[in-house]
């Protein structure tokens, strides 16, 4: 490509950018405004007017998707010889070569797996760890490393920033084992990812002929999402550059959202101080979202708090839907509310896997799953694993069959808390925050799924509630291939759909009712911008007032949205009641029905089984007003899942077939 055609593919922003070769450059790019077209269009503009040789520059980012998409543009560009890498995998390539001539000997193995290693500085620091305290450990282990903070200064600096320590270990204890940790490793002669970026810092300054070296291959510098370097990878990079300015970087601080992991925007914030002469530019022409999902995006971060962050995006797209917002009943409601919007749309040609639901915690991704796996939608989870077959579940299942073999005539939600006991469950929340928390909240639902569904019997056995569960679970096995997406918003960043469904937008879920400080409040804000930009056309927004049906409606939604929710929707919970549907029939409809529910009846008393078990009354009565003459035709009514599909099917399309 000529010099003039790379230019000629990018707006005036853009273009200003890839003609600004030298540093240094600060590029402040909103959600969906082309920076990797920028940058990458930067680079190959440069190597082809000579002002680089490919082999000099350097580009980092933070995934490995990322840093893949990257080349391949360099690539199509003709920018062939450009290094475009994660930090870890630049800075590892780098040790491995200078390892050998620094140290000495070959470079000690990466370990894979840190557990073993901080199960025993755990031990070791006095502590019992489990499985899940183990986890919580590691992340603040690699906390502690990231943000170069030693095991002697660790108490004071997690007082100093109000930082709560992992699985309920106090500040002391959690130095010891950070130290612990470092100790292990020594003795095992293995290296960790943040080693790779420590090590190498180190060497580069302790060994200026390292230095040296690669600074003479590498003269200029790209940073992807700058918003999230952390204090470790920035010092990395200042180690590259050895005093030297050719740095262009690119980011958005109203993406800031990893703050807890040790990313920070300061460096993004403060690089015209740091380079008084920098060059900034701001890129704000949006082509991802529609103005609608523009609007509301732009709204969210001009609210006080937020304004200092990120740019006022403006959009390139037609105009699209208005951004609609649901207030449900409870949350199998809003579940359901979700799944019935997401067919709608599979109906009017969206493919299932440019749609999404976004969450704020794992543990809300339950009724989801449930809801779309009763319509016959194929979804997947991104970043986790689907409830039932997360090991805590696992766990509490077998627990409850056992427990089932020799019930007791106490309730049924007592004799599930007595046996989740085993599991780890108890009666009030931890403390903690991480993986100690999810466990909790995943045996804490099945608990209150106990209760609901004792409620709905009138009274049941623990023997049926198992059974219940099993069905539950085998209800989920949907096809995950071309499904749709169902992941956590910190999951979410870089990626973008067609149609995105916000779920649980209330007080305590956004934000998190861990969030108290006014900064992590904040994030929370921004959190929720990363969720409303991935939307292309069609976005939805809502939230649960009760966690659970007849329950008490005591959530209200985020006050991020204050501002831009309708009034009119909030105060109308959106469910319609059996008696709703059934007003609807006619008189053939509702014979229909009673036939239905005769049927029910019968096949309830002979599996000794509650009727609603079989089928729901709001089920049968959209039976009786589509009518389907065909298996596929009953696969779309809400509520008939593949077991009750398989089961029931051929059945209820006779009774149908009579009427």
Not at 26 to 37: E, N, S, Y
Not at 208 to 233: M, N
Not at 302 to 329: C, D, I, K, N
Not at 334 to 340: K, L, N, Q, T, V
């Given at each position: 490509m000529s010099a003039e055609s790379i230019l000629d593919a990018l707006d005036p922003e853009q273009r200003e950018v890839a003609t600004a070769l030298h540093g240094p450059v600060c590029v402040l790019a909103g959600a969906g405004t082309g920076k990797t077209r920028a940058i990458t269009h930067r680079i190959a503009y440069g190597v082809r007017v000579g002002a680089y040789n490919p082999q000099s520059v350097l580009a980092v980012t933070f995934t490995a998707r990322a840093a893949g998409e990257m080349r391949q543009r360099l690539k199509g560009l003709g920018a062939h010889g450009v290094q475009a890498r994660t930090f870890h995998a630049a800075a590892l390539r780098q040790l491995s070569y200078f390892w050998p001539q620094v140290v000495g000997g070959q470079m000690p193995q990466l370990v894979e797996q840190k557990a073993p290693l901080v199960g025993r500085a755990a031990r070791q620091a006095g502590l019992s760890p489990d499985r899940l305290m183990v986890r919580d450990l590691a992340s603040e282990i690699e906390w502690s490393k990231v943000a170069l903070v030693s095991p002697e200064?660790?108490?004071?600096?997690?007082?100093?920033?109000?930082?709560?320590?992992?699985?309920?270990?106090?500040?002391?204890?959690?130095?010891?084992?950070?130290?612990?940790?470092?100790?292990?490793?020594?003795?095992?002669?293995?290296?960790?990812?943040e080693d790779i970026l420590l090590l190498l810092a180190d060497i580069i300054g302790r060994h200026h002929e390292v230095g040296d070296q690669i600074r003479r291959q590498y003269?200029?510098?790209?940073?992807?999402?700058?918003?999230?370097?952390?204090?470790?990878?920035?010092?990395?990079?200042?180690?590259?550059?050895?005093?030297?300015?050719?740095?262009?970087?690119?980011?958005?601080?109203?993406?800031?959202?990893?703050?807890?992991?040790?990313?920070?925007?300061?460096?993004?914030?403060?690089?015209?101080?740091?380079?008084?002469n920098a060059h900034v530019v701001r890129l704000v022409r949006d082509y991802r979202s529609t103005p609608q999902v523009v609007k509301l995006a732009n709204g969210l971060m001009a609210q006080r708090g937020a304004g200092q962050a990120g740019v006022e995006l403006v959009a390139q797209r037609p105009h699209g839907p208005e951004p609609v917002y649901r207030a449900y009943e409870d949350e199998q409601a809003e579940a359901e509310g979700i799944a019935d919007s997401i067919a709608r749309l599979m109906t009017q040609g969206v493919a299932a896997s440019e749609i999404a639901v976004l969450y704020r915690v794992n543990s809300q991704s339950e009724v989801l799953e449930e809801a779309?796996?009763?319509?016959?939608?194929?979804?997947?989870?991104?970043?986790?694993?689907?409830?039932?077959?997360?090991?805590?579940?696992?766990?509490?299942?077998?627990?409850?069959?056992?427990?089932?073999?020799s019930a007791t005539e106490d309730p049924l939600g007592e004799q599930v808390r007595s046996a989740l006991l085993d599991a780890g469950w108890k009666e009030e929340a931890p403390a903690a925050r991480g993986a100690v928390r999810e466990r909790w909240e995943s045996l804490q639902s099945l608990v209150q799924l106990a209760d609901d569904f004792d409620a709905d019997a009138g009274g049941a056995s623990l023997r049926e509630f198992v059974e219940h569960l099993v069905e539950r679970a085998q209800a989920q096995h949907a096809p995950t291939v071309e499904g749709v997406t169902l992941t956590t918003m910190h999951a979410a960043k870089g990626l973008e759909w067609d149609a995105v469904f916000i779920a649980g937008c209330s007080e305590g879920l956004l934000p998190v009712s861990m969030a108290e400080t006014p900064e992590a409040i904040e994030e929370e804000r921004r959190l929720l911008y990363v969720a409303i930009t991935r939307a292309r056309e069609h976005l939805q927004l809502s939230f649960a007032r009760a966690r659970k049906a007849g329950g008490r409606s005591t959530r209200k939604r985020t006050r991020f949205l204050e501002k831009?929710?309708?009034?009119?929707?909030?105060?109308?919970?959106?469910?319609?009641?059996?008696?709703?549907?059934?007003?609807?029939?006619?008189?053939?409809?509702?014979?229909?029905?009673?036939?239905?529910?005769?049927?029910?009846?019968?096949?309830a008393k002979e599996a000794g089984k509650p009727a609603f078990t079989v089928i729901v009354d709001s089920t049968m009565a959209e039976i009786a007003r589509v009518r389907p003459g065909t298996l596929g035709e009953l696969a779309g009514v809400h509520g008939i899942g593949a077991t009750k599909l398989q089961t029931f099917g051929l059945q209820i399309l006779e009774i149908v077939a009579e009427h």
């Amino acid at each position: 490509m000529s010099a003039e055609s790379i230019l000629d593919a990018l707006d005036p922003e853009q273009r200003e950018v890839a003609t600004a070769l030298h540093g240094p450059v600060c590029v402040l790019a909103g959600a969906g405004t082309g920076k990797t077209r920028a940058i990458t269009h930067r680079i190959a503009y440069g190597v082809r007017v000579g002002a680089y040789n490919p082999q000099s520059v350097l580009a980092v980012t933070f995934t490995a998707r990322a840093a893949g998409e990257m080349r391949q543009r360099l690539k199509g560009l003709g920018a062939h010889g450009v290094q475009a890498r994660t930090f870890h995998a630049a800075a590892l390539r780098q040790l491995s070569y200078f390892w050998p001539q620094v140290v000495g000997g070959q470079m000690p193995q990466l370990v894979e797996q840190k557990a073993p290693l901080v199960g025993r500085a755990a031990r070791q620091a006095g502590l019992s760890p489990d499985r899940l305290m183990v986890r919580d450990l590691a992340s603040e282990i690699e906390w502690s490393k990231v943000a170069l903070v030693s095991p002697e200064d660790y108490a004071a600096v997690v007082a100093k920033e109000g930082r709560p320590t992992p699985a309920g270990v106090d500040a002391q204890q959690m130095a010891d084992v950070i130290r612990a940790y470092e100790e292990a490793k020594t003795q095992a002669v293995v290296l960790d990812f943040e080693d790779i970026l420590l090590l190498l810092a180190d060497i580069i300054g302790r060994h200026h002929e390292v230095g040296d070296q690669i600074r003479r291959q590498y003269r200029h510098f790209v940073v992807d999402e700058y918003q999230d370097v952390s204090p470790l990878q920035q010092f990395l990079l200042e180690q590259w550059l050895g005093g030297r300015n050719d740095l262009c970087v690119v980011g958005d601080p109203a993406q800031t959202i990893y703050s807890f992991a040790g990313a920070s925007p300061q460096h993004l914030l403060g690089f015209t101080r740091t380079y008084d002469n920098a060059h900034v530019v701001r890129l704000v022409r949006d082509y991802r979202s529609t103005p609608q999902v523009v609007k509301l995006a732009n709204g969210l971060m001009a609210q006080r708090g937020a304004g200092q962050a990120g740019v006022e995006l403006v959009a390139q797209r037609p105009h699209g839907p208005e951004p609609v917002y649901r207030a449900y009943e409870d949350e199998q409601a809003e579940a359901e509310g979700i799944a019935d919007s997401i067919a709608r749309l599979m109906t009017q040609g969206v493919a299932a896997s440019e749609i999404a639901v976004l969450y704020r915690v794992n543990s809300q991704s339950e009724v989801l799953e449930e809801a779309l796996a009763e319509r016959g939608i194929g979804y997947l989870v991104r970043g986790g694993q689907r409830f039932f077959d997360r090991e805590e579940v696992r766990k509490a299942m077998v627990l409850l069959r056992g427990a089932a073999v020799s019930a007791t005539e106490d309730p049924l939600g007592e004799q599930v808390r007595s046996a989740l006991l085993d599991a780890g469950w108890k009666e009030e929340a931890p403390a903690a925050r991480g993986a100690v928390r999810e466990r909790w909240e995943s045996l804490q639902s099945l608990v209150q799924l106990a209760d609901d569904f004792d409620a709905d019997a009138g009274g049941a056995s623990l023997r049926e509630f198992v059974e219940h569960l099993v069905e539950r679970a085998q209800a989920q096995h949907a096809p995950t291939v071309e499904g749709v997406t169902l992941t956590t918003m910190h999951a979410a960043k870089g990626l973008e759909w067609d149609a995105v469904f916000i779920a649980g937008c209330s007080e305590g879920l956004l934000p998190v009712s861990m969030a108290e400080t006014p900064e992590a409040i904040e994030e929370e804000r921004r959190l929720l911008y990363v969720a409303i930009t991935r939307a292309r056309e069609h976005l939805q927004l809502s939230f649960a007032r009760a966690r659970k049906a007849g329950g008490r409606s005591t959530r209200k939604r985020t006050r991020f949205l204050e501002k831009s929710w309708p009034d009119a929707v909030a105060r109308k919970p959106v469910r319609r009641s059996t008696n709703d549907r059934l007003s609807e029939l006619g008189p053939e409809d509702l014979r229909l029905f009673e036939s239905l529910k005769a049927w029910r009846a019968a096949v309830a008393k002979e599996a000794g089984k509650p009727a609603f078990t079989v089928i729901v009354d709001s089920t049968m009565a959209e039976i009786a007003r589509v009518r389907p003459g065909t298996l596929g035709e009953l696969a779309g009514v809400h509520g008939i899942g593949a077991t009750k599909l398989q089961t029931f099917g051929l059945q209820i399309l006779e009774i149908v077939a009579e009427h």
